[in-house]
Nanobody
Framework: QVQLVESGGGLVQPGGSLRLSCATSGIAFRLYSMAWYRQAPGKQRDLVADITSGGSTKYADSVKGRFTVSRDNAKNMVSLQMNSLKPEDTAVYYC??????????WGQGTQVTVSS
């Protein structure tokens, strides 16, 4: 059974930091590209950052220089370090695993709220 479990969300003031983690099980983690998406109320789910199985990364323009995605193949985990948070970063953040074929999986999401 495949599981992706996000953690680390919460309420933070503008300018603050949070670190999200996604623990996976049931997949050959090292063979998957991993990504973080987010969805704000009334908006579509958008890609925030991804990291390939080889470690190459890509970021949405809105988070470049503030967010860092990383993976730990030994622990089957992917993380998202979020710095200099802004109110517009408020959203539910989802972890996604993609094998490049029909094997694509989502986590349940974790809420991030940036507010004073």
């Amino acid at each position: 059974q495949v599981q992706l479990v996000e953690s680390g969300g919460g309420l933070v003031q503008p300018g603050g930091s949070l670190r999200l983690s996604c623990a996976t099980s049931g997949i050959a983690f090292r063979l998957y590209s991993m990504a973080w998406y987010r969805q704000a109320p009334g908006k579509q789910r958008d890609l925030v950052a991804d990291i390939t199985s080889g470690g190459s990364t890509k970021y949405a323009d809105s988070v470049k220089g503030r967010f860092t995605v990383s993976r730990d193949n030994a622990k089957n985990m992917v993380s998202l370090q979020m710095n200099s948070l802004k109110p517009e970063d408020t959203a539910v953040y989802y972890c996604h695993a993609d094998r490049g074929d029909w094997r694509k999986y989502w986590g349940q999401g974790t809420q991030v709220t940036v507010s004073s």
